[in-house]
């Protein structure tokens, strides 16, 4: 029998601060560890939701390869987990089962399941928020892991903003959602806001031809799954301020806004779920009140909790310090993490403001912030955003940030450096 997943806390930060000082940053590493694989747990439900729009249809092949991708997920569920499949217009239907419930995943469910998929034909429009609005209903009150992929090759244009936002909120904390868009005429803000509530992924699937292996991707992580709905528990002293607390890798996530009161001085950020070999870096900033040279004060315990009817269990736990020090050497010092991480942040909002600036004809600061996008990614090693920001700019001098725009850039390869601007590279730790 396998042993259970375990949790290790490890936090990175300069803990000398000079006197009068009142800013305390941290990246705090939570790893989780399993000795084997992961076994299937009580509750686990999978959602498969495929656009079965008009839109579908127009580009040759895109429904062919919705569909494969849909088969390969449905055999990818492990056996004995919940698994529905919608299919998504300007309504939401089951495909299977038929009517509105999860059904256990076997052989027999498995391959009625991919026979129906098979069956889809496209037609209608878009309504995403009447797609999360039946996953929502398929999942229920249920506990445990509760995972949905969610595609689409459109906008969300036949319900409005408000909406789609109000499904977006009623299905918060409810399940988690990996969202793909295929082809290059959906809008990212419209998945990365689902996927930013729901704890998800975005990504885009320019090529039909990828999707069955992205899917087998998405849902062989979900079945990795072994701990549900763990939250970052952060204590600070009387008097503090926490400035912001955000998931730096592998994805950038701001999870300041999503706090909820747990305790005197205590807040729970939701992680959603976790598997054995996975790690995550939480970047905390807390502002204290100043102390003299010679103090020392716990600005923060970080506890990885998880909370069911039998109560709240603590997983692992990590201490933020602050020793105030008139020696400039030590004070001045920046935590190598912090810097890291920091940076990777200002890197995602160049390439987000310099792609909006080129849609917007401001070329100027488009290629300002580009150019200081290519400065950051030289200067990180993030080899990958490196290669994505050569589809858009020609590259002059990426030590300085000097950079050309393309006349001609394909759309796939802007929607791509969008679409995975925040993904993050990871520091090397000491």
């Known amino acids: 029998m396998n042993a259970p997943i375990g949790f290790r806390i490890d936090t990175f930060q300069n803990e000398f ?4 000082g009142t800013r305390v940053n941290a990246v705090v590493t939570v790893t989780a560890t399993a000795s084997g694989p992961a076994a299937v747990v009580d509750g686990a439900a999978e959602v498969i939701i495929v656009d079965c729009s008009g839109s579908m249809d127009h580009t040759y092949g895109k429904l062919s390869a919705a569909k494969n991708a849909t088969a390969a997920a449905i055999s990818a569920v492990r056996d004995g987990v919940a698994f529905a499949v919608v299919a998504g217009t300007d309504t939401a239907r089951m495909v299977y089962p038929v009517t509105p419930a999860l059904i256990e995943a076997n052989a027999n469910h498995k391959q009625n399941a991919i026979k129906a998929v098979q069956g889809l034909r496209a037609g209608g429009g878009t309504a995403i928020g009447t797609w999360l609005q039946l996953a929502r209903k398929l999942f229920g009150d249920r506990a445990g892991l509760r995972h949905a992929i969610l595609l689409t090759d459109g906008r969300d244009e036949h319900e409005s903003a408000n909406q789609l936002d109000a499904e977006i909120r009623s299905s918060t904390g ?29 990504d885009i699937v320019a090529d039909p031809a990828d999707l069955v292996a992205d899917f087998r991707a998405m849902t062989a992580a979900a079945m990795g799954k072994e701990v549900a709905d763990v939250a970052l528990r952060l204590w600070t002293p009387r008097g503090a301020t926490v400035k912001f607390v955000k998931q730096v890798a592998p994805e950038l996530a701001d999870l300041t806004g999503r706090r909820t009161e747990s305790g005197t001085q205590t807040g729970d950020y939701p992680t959603g779920s976790w598997g ?64 890291h991480y920091t940076g990777q942040a200002e890197l995602a909002g160049a390439i987000q403001e310099g792609l909006t600036a080129r849609r917007l004809g401001d070329l100027d600061t488009a290629t300002q912030r580009l150019g200081r996008a290519v400065q950051l990614a030289a200067e990180s090693g993030h080899e990958d955003t490196a290669k994505l ?15 050309r725009l393309k006349s001609a850039v394909r759309k796939a390869d802007e929607m791509t450096l969008d679409t995975r601007s925040t993904k993050t590279s990871r520091v090397h730790k000491r």
């Open 276 to 339: 054995g070999a996975e790690s995550r870096d939480y970047h905390i900033c807390i502002e204290v009140a100043p102390g003299g040279v010679g103090d020392v004060m716990l600005a923060g315990r970080v506890s990885l909790v998880r909370t069911n009817a039998a109560g709240t269990e603590v997983l692992g736990q990590g201490l933020i310090k602050a020793v105030w020090t008139d020696d400039v050497v030590q004070s001045s010092k920046i935590s190598p993490e912090v810097a």
């Open 174 to 202: 409810v399940f988690a959602c990996d969202c793909r868009g295929v082809g290059t005429d959906w809008e990212i803000a419209e998945l990365r806001k689902i996927s930013t509530a729901l704890l998800g992924t975005v």
């Open 17 to 20: 601060l000079p006197a009068g």
């Open 389 to 403: 920001l050569a589809g858009v700019v020609d590259v002059l001098d990426a030590r300085t940030g000097t950079v």
